[in-house]
């Protein structure tokens, strides 16, 4: 498995269900981390924590928004 999917993998592994949102939150996500990858030489599991965050980060931060918004 290589870092970028491994890393998204990380990330789902740290959301407490997969609704609607959350999918639709992940799908973008990837997006980006392609889009990172594309752009980017080093494509280490490192520097995605370094430009995204680490995984469990990323669905508190998902988590605290919807508390504002869709909660």
């Known amino acids: 498995m290589d870092d970028e999917k491994k890393y998204l993998n990380d990330v789902k ?20 981390l392609t889009s990172f990858s594309n752009e980017c030489k080093e ?13 469990e980060e990323i669905a508190a931060s998902f988590y605290e928004s919807m508390e504002y918004t869709d909660l």
């Open 43 to 55: 494509q280490s599991y490192d520097a995605y924590v370094d430009n995204f965050g680490r995984p």
């Open 13 to 32: 592994k740290e959301f407490q269900n997969l609704g609607k949102q959350e999918k639709a939150y992940l799908k973008n996500l990837e997006k980006q």
